[in-house]
Structures are given as C-alpha cells and as structure tokens.
C-alpha cells in the first residue's frame, strides 16, 4: 500500500467510526421519542433497558452505515482541499479516481459488512426487540399509589389514600372500594394503617386500623337487600402483585414475520407465495362456487316447434350463467328482482325460462334464484379479501428482500455522493459538510419511504419502489465525480457572482444601443 493510500484511509476511518456512533445515537433517541408513552412508568429494570437500547441499536445500524459513509467522506475529502494537499495530488498527475480509489474499496467493504449484518443479525435482533417491545407495551404501570389519588389497576378495586408519610409505609384516611361489577359497591374505610410489601414481593399488605366496612347484600335487581355495617379495630387487606409483573413471551410468537427472516427464509416464503397462493385460490372457488354451477347440457324444446327435434343449449344459451353471476337484484325490491333475473335468464330464442315455469312457483324460484346470487356473491367477497391479503402479504415479503439489498448498496451510492462533494467544496469540519450531507440524506430516506409506501400500496413493483432512492441519486453521484474530475466551481460562490455580473452587463448592452 502506497503512503497516499494510508493518507486518505487514515483521514477517512476517523470521521466514519464518529459520525457512524452519532447517527446511530439519533436513530436510537429517535425510538425512544417515538415509545416514550409506552416505557414511562412501567417501572423497567436497568438490565431490561439496557437490552432494549442494544437491541434498537442493532436494527438501526443499517440505515446509519449510509448516513456515516456520506457525511465521512465529504469531512475526508473537505479536510484534505481545505489544506490543499487535493490540489498537491493533482498538481503531481494522480487522477482523482486514483486518490479516492481506497476509500471506494472500502465503502464497497462497508456495504458488504451492512448486508451481512442485515442478513444475519437484524432479523435475531428484530425477533428479540419485538418480543422486548411487546411485553414492555402491554405491561401495567409500575405500582404507584399517590396521595389524594384513585389507583385502579387492581382489578376489582379502588384505592385512595388521603396521606402518606415519608416512610412510605405509615398511610391514613384510606378508602378502599370493591367493585363486583353490579350495583352494589362494598366499602372499606380506615383512620390509618400500615402499607408494605410481602417478603416474597408477590403480595401487597393493608393492615388498617380503626375503620368500618360498608357492604350491602342481596339481588342487585331488587330493592330488598341487606345492608351490613361492620366495625374493626384491626384489618388486613392483601393484594396480589403478580400482574405488574413484565410477562416473559416466547419468541416464536413472532418468528415467522417478514422482518425476523434472512434472504434464504425469504426466497423460501415468497416462491411459496407465489405457487401456492394462486392454486389456494382457485381451489377455494371451485370449492364454495363452482361446486354449485356445474351446469349440464340442458335440452329445451322451444314451444314453435313441439314437434320437432331437441335442440341442445348453443353458446349462447349458456352464457346465462355468466349474466346471473353478474345481476345484483340484492338491492331491489321482489319485482325488480324479478325483472332482472328474467332479463338475465332471456333465451336468444325469445323465450324467457320464467316462461317455462308455472305461475304459482315464479315467485318462489325467483326468490330462491336472488338468494342464492347473494349468497354466492357473498363468497367471492371473502374469497377476494382473502387473495388481497396474500398477496399484501407477498408484497411486504418481498419490500424486506430488497430492502437488504438497497440499504446494503446505499452505501456505495452515497459515497459516489461524498467524495466528490467533498472534493468541490473544499470545506471541513462539521458545518458545511453537516448540512450537505443532511440534504443528501434526508432526500435518500424520503425517496426510500416514498417507494416503501408505493409498494405497500401496490402501486409499484417491489423492485422499482425500493430502489427508487438508487436509480435517483447514482445518476447524480455519477454527474458530481464528473464535476470533480474537471474541477468545477459547482459551489464557488464567486463562480455564480461572476456570472450574474456578465448577465447583468449583456441585459444592459441593448438599453445602451437603444439610448
């Protein structure tokens, strides 16, 4: 390896092992702005938060190794034409291509390590942050009980202290109601009393003192009840703690989610989606539907012709069935049923079948002919909600396929981006190159979410929406690395002041002639 070579690696793994471990703090700090309802006052462990920021922290590394890589090399490159020594390698007949030809290995390195990383650990990581997460949500508050304040999360009862001394143990004008979920509410009221945790941590003890218990027995439907008024000096009151407690849910309750499988499961999944989903489909139809228009050749002797031979139902006989599938007399009262059947169920003869019926069983085959559409309609509705679901289904599968893949290669892309900013810019530092490099990404991650979401929406194909981002910003990776080679002033304020002087003189040469 040639010293320049270490030069440009050395500047470079400094600012990238930085901004990658900031990246990675704000897309950490973003979730937890995100959940900050459903972790306060859940009363979680340091161990269990410590697990819940490693695991966030491992999810969002590949959308930070991108981020990392741009910012990185536009401060590399920045810092190296700031101090002129870009100017100093050209100056000595080295292309730029050549000088930025480590950093590319590496980025190409970089984006190797993301796909291996997304493939291989991501999908261990999102089962365990899932599995995390869920328990978190659904857990109760932490126990709690303040002064002057109803806590409800026993189930069943009511709690309010009036005050609580600074042990936390000695408590007073205590009222504790009991609900049954019915018109009478049994009643515990106590001067004061002692509150404290069982040794075992399962249970929590009321011993009151002082106090009555209020209490009305009988049918709550009836006026004819007992009402019983009992007095105490001493009272113990004991509640069960176990359902504060995080529950502990096992992880294959998620393991089959498109987000907890590698390329392999999901190359696996989606050709089974693909195979079977349509043969399910189809088999359903002939099963609920078809099974109930296994039509015969019907033979129909038309009435001009009694004594001629039987014709057999032609094409367009039998086109009927299509026009009954397709009528809709649901919605219409029985003689406008009646008169679309009829008009489905006209003969190309001019004979209608109603006709063939007689007068007393047209009402009742007409009757049964709409509820049996409505019936048959009502199963195609859930079939086809059934095949739309499969088929989000298959969308979704194959949005985490690519995403492996565009994420990984960003990586690149965005370093096409990088240097050669960095290079035309000439400025170090975190300032001008914070701000560009925001810009840059801030349009790669609403590219990313636009097409995600056009896919979600089936608007799209799986792979247009997710490398949209890609096919957006190469193009302009490419233009700018052009740029760069040839030394334009692309940023050069000076560059457009001199430009727009010369416009301003050509516009004022004519008023000149004119005058």
């Known amino acids: 390896m040639k010293k320049l070579d270490k030069l440009i690696i050395k500047s470079f793994i400094g600012p990238f092992i930085v901004t990658f471990f900031i990246t990675l703090f704000v897309l950490v700090l973003q979730f937890f702005w995100k959940y900050i309802d459903d972790l306060v006052g859940k009363g979680l462990d340091t161990f269990t938060i410590v697990k819940l920021t490693g695991y966030v922290a491992a999810t969002a590394v590949p959308l930070a190794l991108p981020l990392a890589v741009l910012l990185s090399s536009i401060m590399t490159m920045g810092n190296l034409g700031e101090s002129f020594e870009t100017i100093a390698v050209k100056s000595a007949g080295i292309p730029l291509l050549r000088f930025i030809r480590p950093l590319f290995i590496i980025s190409v390195f970089i984006s190797a390590v993301a796909f291996l990383f997304s493939n291989y650990v991501i999908p261990v990581a999102q089962l365990k942050f899932q599995t995390l997460l869920y328990d978190i949500t659904v857990a109760k508050p932490a126990f709690n009980l303040k002064e002057g304040v109803f806590f409800r999360e026993f189930e069943g009862y009511a709690i309010k202290i009036g005050k609580k001394e600074k ?6 004008n205590v009222l504790i109601f009991e609900r049954n979920y019915s018109l009478q509410d049994n009643i515990i009221a106590a001067a004061h009393g002692r509150m404290q945790i069982s040794p075992d941590k399962k249970f ?12 009305e027995r009988g049918p709550s439907y009836s006026i004819n009840t007992d009402y019983i008024r009992l007095g105490f000096k001493e009272y113990k009151k004991v509640f069960d703690l176990s359902s504060f407690k995080m529950m502990r849910t096992p992880d294959s309750m998620f393991k089959d989610n498109f987000r907890m499988l590698n390329v392999r499961q999901l190359d696996k999944t989606i ?3 693909k195979t079977t989903s349509r043969e399910k489909i189809y088999d359903r139809i002939d099963r609920e539907v078809g099974i109930n228009y296994n039509f015969i050749r019907t033979k129909i002797r038309p009435p001009e012709k009694p004594a001629g031979p039987i014709a057999p139902v032609s094409t367009a006989d039998i086109q009927f069935h299509q026009k009954v599938s397709l009528a809709k007399p649901e ?11 009829a008009k489905a169920l006209q003969m190309p003869h001019g004979v209608g079948y109603e006709q063939l019926l007689p007068d007393s069983a047209v009402k009742q085959v007409i009757s049964r002919a709409i509820d049996r559409v409505n019936s048959e309609k009502n199963g195609l509705d859930l079939i086809v909600s059934e095949a739309k679901m499969r088929r989000k289904d298959l969308r979704y599968h194959l949005i985490e396929w690519h995403r492996k893949f565009s994420l990984s290669f960003a990586c690149v892309v965005l370093f096409l981006i990088g240097a050669p900013l960095g290079s035309i810019i000439r400025k170090g530092g975190l300032g001008m190159p914070l701000v560009i490099a925001v810009i840059f990404f801030l349009i790669f991650h609403l590219l990313n979410m636009f097409g995600e979401k056009f896919v979600r929406e089936d608007i799209s194909s799986a792979f247009f929406g997710m490398w949209l981002s890609t096919m957006v910003l190469l193009p302009i990776g490419f233009f700018l690395t052009y740029k760069a080679m040839h030394d334009s002033q692309l940023f050069n304020k000076e560059f457009y002041y001199r430009a727009l002087k010369r416009l301003k003189l050509l516009l004022q040469k004519p008023d000149a002639a004119k005058g």
């Open 167 to 172: 042990d936390n143990t000695t408590i007073h």
């Open 271 to 273: 050709d089974s989606l």
């Open 204 to 215: 929590l003890e009321f011993y009151l003192e002082d106090g009555w218990r209020n209490e």
């Open 331 to 341: 919605k219409s009262s029985y003689a406008q049923g009646r008169s679309a059947v």
